[in-house]
């Protein structure tokens, strides 16, 4: 095969996109699970916002922190947390993340340096400018990563977060998932910057926009602000311009939408289907090493919801503990 | 004329019926119109839960959306409170309300007070409380007694359509800050309501059922489980009187005392963290001012000292039972 | 007399300096009388800022609203609020203009258009926002002024709150005053970007950035924002840079200024001083009739003290009142 | 070697003597070095009243200032605690928690129970509480009750230099988010203090009066108050027991529970106002699990249903005194 034209070799390539398509599969799965009513409470899906999370956690390390949102699976994937035990932790059972105490908004997995999803727009700001300074401290070059989305970053919690690590000089990223809506709301009308490179230099730091579909935009934006993170250099705030492929939760009939707009985006903007062409078009990867992932993980979905469903209740002792260390 | 319709329903006419009456109603908050900038629907969502829907139709730009920024509408809410505008404002959940407390607690709630009387702040900021919606930690919980603790805030907690309708007309009249709780869990209750606008006084609880072997007091969703209870009760001759608060600031004192005066016995229900919750404060109320009428120690029936789990299993279980709820009565009857 | 180079005709010129002086000599008196320990609890003086306040209210009428801050004296006086029932509030007194139950950090009169000033840093832009929107549905073309200083506009509520104006396009104004310290910490390090027009342009509104001890430079760069806000184009951020001639508040060392800092202030960015020469240069006015007002504000501010100091104070029964609009 | 120091200086010293002990423990918040960027001294002010002086100078950068910034910075802690360190982050004023609560409340305070127990969140949050300071009502209020409700936090609020010193450093090595409420009135407070490094466990209330025909509950500054009217009392042959709480939570029950059981009646005070207040949760405790001991009613002494007013007149109004406590005492001892 041709020499390698991408800034990572063909074995990281292949994790990337079984990442992207694990976390596709498992969402695209969930709304399938959500529709038949087995899945409780809230569930907001991260289709098609694949390569932004993708392409920012190629650049970490386990001890990276991240603090993600309530459309987290796909940070939390992307982060190396257990797919079985997420999908457990859905369905609300003992054996899930949290012991099916936190449900979709509330999974973690510290030992990852997964911070948790977030109930709460713009609340894991804050939590990061922690990690990014509890890593300064060490002096080990780590770097804290918070995902808002565009709605969230009308956050005061998440503006002030801006400027506190401007003036620390965090090792911390701030990546905005702008999938162009805040529930039904649309971000032209509801974010009044015109872009938010002109945001992050009211805070001082610089910030660069990159299209979030595409892999290795995502990846080469995050590369450089990341290792100018470690470097010690200070935050920097990254936007993606995204699109979500389901509704802003499970339910939501999206009248708000464009006649027409799910096909469209499905169908052109895919990240998917742009890195399989990317990669097979250069001639690194053939399709049917890609098909044999697909595959594999198709698998690994239907066996983590085969065992979440068949996985046991937390039993009523369990109300009561993990309030305190004591007990 | 009164028909049937839901507590959701029941909202959404007391906001159309006000806006109707009085001008200086406006209605503000995150997709309460829904789709605002967006290419489709106008007026798409109404609401996370729909509540609202319809009411841009009918009275438009008096129907706001807002960024998400609880602080900043919230206080702009407040804001206009005091320049003649009686604005109502949603806190999508009440759990929100810790982006957003100062503006409620130092300003809303204190303007009158530090001023020396001479504002006005006839704000209504309405909010979904409880549990039992699979929605965990940071979208199930009440917070009613954070919210009565603050002097200068006034908090309403219907429980039936009847109520919803005639309590909210009235937090949109009164002229203090009100914090209107909704309990996500009692949308889509179904109950008699009158066409015609109306409203409810604070401070006047309803005594939703007649007994005289023990008191239930509560508000909320657990008045319809006191009810359950006391039915269950009633089977083996204990005879249970079930008020329902209605508004947790003011309270109806009276109430409360002439029924243990009358019972001699009490047992105070809160979906509340059990803490500093409204059963405590009943409790200790009562335990100092009718002392001398009880015939048996004050039970208490809580949600624990936890925060609310996600499973639907351990959340079942967390929200207090008319089974957990009977027991307490037959703790003090026997 | 040579005819007039100002924006302001002469008796405009001389209420702007009794007004400036009247805030000078309420600061100066204060500050005696505490050290006297005669005032109850934290007094935070505004004399080396008046400038600001009267360059802005100068282009405001009654019925526009402002909110203020921690340091809200000069902001009160410029606004028309009654000096007498301001120093009787700070003395605590009955005859009070909030009855004795605010204080120095409290004192409002919103018959005058003062919401308050404030003991919450970054509280009074919300506040703001809800005055212009009330003025936007009156459609009568008033404004609502937020003043927050260097310190606060780091916090996530004034943040928050310019995003919203920006949106909902409100005639509200937001006046940074930077006088380079909040508390004992240097603006140049707590504020991250470079300039607060940089932070104005993250929100999508235009920012300015004036002398804030040069009554001119105030008063023209305000009438063309207000302005502006009056004929509904929207929202706009103005940075007076200004100098703060006492303490933070009263009781404060000041170790963190450097030797000389405050006689160095004092003589060369006096703006009263500053005002003084260029009206009297101009022959505009002559200095005669500048002085005769020093002298009737110097008699004003000692029947204030003295009227403060043998009024009643509140009664107990005060004390259970003005909770509720019931009692 | 105990010696007679201030509850400031106790503050101070339990600071340092953590921060020398265990690199992990760093110290955030407003002005608590003072002077960051600024031409003059730098640790110039060492917190708005001096607590933190003089640490900077022996620690340097593990002492660092902050932006006006609260959810940030407080936020910052939390999250640093979850990453081994042991931050304690100053909240200058209790009343400033409107700006920042979520990062509190559904943060620090969730964290461990939403994440099924794989979370430790070791953070301590200073902040002064209480009236008196002539600071009017946004710099003067208790709020206890309000993180008293809250489940996964810890609240403590000591009355004595020693106290302050051995709660804090216990708070610092405790692995749960602990409030540590300090009364700014109680900061020039002399006592004797160990010099050497000691730490207090929660949940141990400390009876600090005994005696057999009253039980008075309280904490914080109003310990004071509640000794000065048990010895006024005693002169009267009116014999009161005086329980410190000392943590409101987690809450020593057992303490309160025996005390009344051999008293036989209960004042609870508290400077909090009184809905769902401290005072109406320890009413309403032995209302329920020491009722047959008790024999008379629960008295309550709190500040009122108002904000904190400026006048100093009005201010020494708001905070119970000690006449007011033991008129309540006479009230359940006639
Ligand atoms: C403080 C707060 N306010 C409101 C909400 C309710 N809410 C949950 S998600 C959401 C929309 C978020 O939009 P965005 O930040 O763009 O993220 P996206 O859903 O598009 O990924 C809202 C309003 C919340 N969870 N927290
Ligand atoms: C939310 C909040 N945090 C902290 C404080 C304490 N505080 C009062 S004034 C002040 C400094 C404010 O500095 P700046 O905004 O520059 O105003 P200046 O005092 O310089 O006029 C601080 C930290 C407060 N009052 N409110
Ligand atoms: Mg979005
Ligand atoms: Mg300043």
């Known amino acids: ?56 956690m190629m650049n970490l390390r386990p001890s990276d922190r991240i603090a993600s949102t309530h459309r987290g699976h796909g940070h939390c994937i992307a982060k190396g947390v257990d797919v079985n035990a997420m999908m457990a932790e859905i369905y609300g059972k003992q054996s899930g993340a949290c012991r099916g105490k936190g449900g979709s908004m ?30 300064k401290f060490r002096g080990d070059g780590d ?65 660069m926009t990159v299209d979030g579909t595409d892999f290795f935009a995502v990846y080469e934006a995050a590369d450089e602000i990341i290792r100018r993170a470690r470097d010690g250099g200070g935050p920097a705030l990254l936007e993606c311009k995204m699109v979500r492929f389901f509704g802003h939760f499970e339910g939501d009939a999206q009248t708000y939408r464009a006649p027409g707009e799910i096909d469209e985006i499905r169908s052109s903007r895919n990240c998917l289907t742009l890195f399989r062409n990317q990669v097979t078009e250069a001639g690194v990867i053939d399709g049917g090493d890609l098909d044999a992932i697909d595959r594999e993980v198709l698998d690994l979905i239907e066996m983590s919801v085969v065992n979440a469903k068949k996985a046991p209740e937390p039993t009523r002792a369990d109300l009561l503990t993990d309030v305190y260390v004591t007990y | 004329m009164a028909r049937t319709i839901s507590f959701k329903a029941a909202i959404n006419e007391a906001l159309d019926q006000e806006m109707s009456r009085d001008p200086s109603v406006i209605v503000m908050g995150e997709d309460i119109v829904g789709g605002t900038g967006s290419p489709g629907e106008a007026d798409a969502w109404g609401g996370v839960l729909g509540v609202t829907k319809g009411l841009y139709a009918k009275h438009g730009d008096r129907l706001m959306d807002t960024p998400l920024s609880e602080s900043a509408y919230i206080g702009a809410a407040i804001g206009a409170a005091t320049c003649g505008m009686r604005p109502v404002a949603e806190l999508m959940f009440i759990d929100f309300m810790g982006v957003c ?79 209107f709780c909704e309990h996500k869990n009692l949308y889509a209750l179904e109950g008699e309501v009158p066409e015609e606008s109306y409203a409810i ?63 001699g016995r009490l047992v105070c229900v809160d979906e509340a963290n059990p803490r500093c919750s409204i059963a405590a404060d009943v409790s200790a109320l009562v335990a100092q001012q009718a002392f001398s009428a009880l015939k048996a120690q004050i039970e ?35």
């Open chain 1, 1 to 56: 095969m041709s020499d390698n034209p991408f800034p990572l070799s063909r074995d990281e390539l292949l994790r990337a996109y079984r990442t992207m398509r694990t976390i596709r599969e498992f969402e695209e799965r969930l709304h399938v699970e959500f529709s038949r009513g087995d899945i409780p409470g809230f569930v907001h899906l991260y289709a098609g916002e694949e390569a932004t999370a993708t392409g920012i």
């Open chain 1, 106 to 135: 509330h999974i973690a997995d510290l030992s990852q340096g997964m911070m948790g999803a977030n109930g709460i727009l713009g609340a894991g700001a804050p939590l990061v400018c922690g990690a990014a300074l509890a890593a």
């Open chain 1, 143 to 207: 770097v804290a990563v918070n995902f808002v989305g565009d709605g969230a970053s009308n956050q005061g919690t998440f503006l002030e977060s801006l400027n506190l690590a401007a003036v620390w000089n965090l090792p911390a990223i701030f990546v905005v998932e702008n999938n162009g809506y805040a529930e039904s709301t649309s971000v032209d009308w509801a974010v009044a910057c015109d872009s938010y490179v002109d945001r992050a230099a009211g805070f001082g730091m610089p910030g």
């Open chain 2, 101 to 179: 407390l100062d503006q409620i607690y130092n300003q809303a709630a204190k303007f009158r007070y530090m001023f020396g009387g001479k504002a006005e702040t006839p704000v209504v900021i309405r909010a979904m409380v409880g549990a039992g919606f699979r929605a965990a930690a940071q979208h199930s919980q009440m917070l009613t007694p954070i919210l009565t603790h603050i002097p200068g805030l006034k908090v309403v907690c219907p429980s039936t359509p009847y109520d919803v309708k005639g309590l909210l007309i009235q937090s949109i009249r009164d002229n203090d800050p009100v914090i």
């Open chain 2, 201 to 263: 006084p604070f401070a006047e609880a309803s005594v939703v059922r007649e007994g005289k072997d023990c008191t239930i007091v509560t508000y909320g969703l657990m008045v319809h489980r006191a009810i359950e209870a006391a039915g269950a009760l009633s089977k083996d001759g204990i005879d249970c009187e079930v008020i329902d608060l209605r508004t947790l600031s003011p309270m109806d004192t009276d109430t409360i005392l002439e029924s243990v005066e009358a019972t």
């Open chain 2, 300 to 334: 208490m029936v809580t949600a624990p000292h936890t925060p609310v789990p996600f499973s639907p299993v351990l959340e079942d279980s967390y929200i207090p039972s008319a089974q957990q709820i009977a027991a307490a009565v037959r703790r003090v009857v026997d």
